[in-house]
């Protein structure tokens, strides 16, 4: 019987500790980002920049109908934007305006990939009507 209670009580102190560490304990402060990481970080976004301007070229290399045409167009003004942006990442010198200018240029990037798929996703053929 004193065994159970002994037993007992550890398990109920464990609990009351474990609960006491998530509610305090749990929540740490944020890693704070270095000017150093978010500039190797602006380098990788400029290659991702590089490699869409290559595959947007390619695109344009080969017949498209006109609103993929448009969705280029589209998808170049996007590309443009994102390498303002860039350029004010380089030169930025507070931590947190330069992550959110590579979060808006990631957020460019992802549209501009969207656009660039969609346009050159071969279209489906329509059924012929033949009778």
Request: zero cysteines.
């Given at each position: 019987?004193?065994?159970?209670?002994?037993?007992?009580?550890?398990?109920?102190?464990?609990?009351?500790?474990?609960?006491?560490?998530?509610?305090?304990?749990?929540?740490?402060?944020?890693?704070?980002?270095?000017?150093?990481?978010?500039?190797?970080?602006t380098?990788?976004?400029?290659?991702?920049?590089?490699?869409?301007?290559?595959?947007?070229?390619?695109?344009?290399?080969?017949?498209?109908?006109?609103?993929?045409?448009?969705?280029?167009?589209a998808?170049?003004?996007?590309?443009?934007?994102?390498?303002?942006?860039m350029?004010?990442?380089?030169?930025?010198?507070?931590p947190?305006?330069?992550?959110?200018?590579?979060?808006?240029?990631?957020?460019?990037?992802?549209r501009?990939?969207?656009?660039?798929?969609?346009?050159?996703?071969?279209?489906?053929?329509?059924?012929?009507?033949?009778?």
């Amino acid at each position: 019987m004193k065994l159970r209670i002994v037993i007992w009580t550890i398990v109920g102190i464990l609990v009351v500790a474990m609960l006491l560490f998530l509610l305090l304990g749990g929540k740490g402060t944020q890693r704070r980002i270095t000017l150093k990481e978010l500039h190797l970080q602006t380098e990788r976004t400029e290659k991702s920049i590089n490699e869409l301007s290559g595959r947007l070229a390619q695109a344009r290399a080969i017949p498209l109908s006109p609103d993929a045409v448009s969705a280029l167009r589209a998808a170049e003004s996007l590309l443009t934007q994102a390498r303002t942006l860039m350029e004010k990442a380089k030169t930025g010198t507070d931590p947190k305006t330069v992550e959110q200018h590579l979060r808006t240029v990631h957020r460019l990037l992802t549209r501009t990939r969207r656009l660039l798929r969609d346009a050159t996703r071969p279209q489906p053929a329509k059924p012929g009507g033949t009778t």
